[in-house]
T-cell receptor, first 116, second 114 residues
Framework: GAVVSQHPSRVICKSGTSVKIECRSL??????MFWYRQFPKQSLMLMAT?????????EQGVEKDKFLINHASLTLSTLTVTSAHPEDSSFYIC????????????FGPGTRLLVL | GENVEQHPSTLSVQEGDSAVIKCTYS??????FPWYKQELGKGPQLIID?????GEKKDQRIAVTLNKTAKHFSLHITETQPEDSAVYFC?????????????FGSGTQLTVLP
């Protein structure tokens, strides 16, 4: 149980285009989903916290107009990187928290984004 | 806010030996401490967690200990195997109201030598 999926697993795009990443909790409903960014050999950096039906809460320094988050249902959250640039290239990982264990975060497999 | 420090940053052990990774936290309100294993190119996988009302928890070859007074917790892996090689992250969580954000340590690259 507690499986989180992400799609796509890898994406290459041209500078200036937008990329959407999906995060799904497959076998549980998630009260909250989180989006992280991870650079090589570094820890995970929280970008935003997403609750179903409400606006996401962004961490300091994360541009909400750049990284659009939509949490349309209890099992799906999306992150759209708008007008992507090479510096947005990174590993993006989502996590989800079940109703019954609200401290526990289960992570997706990550999405590798490369902006050319 | 919470600050979690993790040591060592790299650790090499011989297969069959034990590995210990230590973390300290700053906020005494932290009450949940998960450990994650991350293999190259993959997302973190929860391997064990402990809540502040417990001092030790075991799951087969993995154990976690918590010292609330000293504000530190440790991951212990016994009888290490090559497939244990990965980056391990500790984290702390303050469970109050709706705020349950993880504060991660900097990670430990564990290498188990065959």
């Amino acid at each position: 149980g507690a499986v989180v999926s992400q799609h796509p697993s890898r994406v290459i795009c041209k500078s200036g285009t937008s990329v959407k990443i999906e995060c799904r909790s497959l076998d549980f409903q998630a009260t909250t989903m989180f989006w992280y960014r991870q650079f090589p050999k570094q820890s995970l950096m929280l970008m935003a916290t997403s609750n179903e039906g409400s606006k996401a809460t962004y961490e300091q320094g994360v541009e909400k107009d750049k990284f659009l988050i939509n949490h349309a249902s209890l099992t799906l959250s999306t992150l759209t990187v708008t007008s992507a640039h090479p510096e947005d290239s990174s590993f993006y990982i989502c996590s989800a928290t079940p109703f019954v264990a609200e401290e526990t975060q289960y992570f997706g497999p990550g999405t590798r984004l490369l902006v050319l | 806010g919470e600050n979690v420090e993790q040591h060592p940053s790299t650790l090499s052990v011989q297969e069959g030996d034990s590995a210990v990774i230590k973390c300290t936290y700053s906020d005494s309100a932290s009450n949940y401490f998960p450990w994650y294993k991350q293999e190259l190119g993959k997302g973190p996988q929860l391997i064990i967690d402990i809540r502040s009302n417990v001092g030790e928890k075991k799951d087969q070859r993995i154990a976690v200990t918590l010292n609330k007074t000293a504000k530190h917790f440790s991951l212990h892996i016994t009888e290490t195997q090559p497939e244990d090689s990965a980056v391990y992250f500790c984290a702390g969580v303050i469970s109050s109201g709706s705020a349950r954000q993880l504060t991660f340590g900097s990670g430990t690259q564990l290498t188990v030598l065959p």
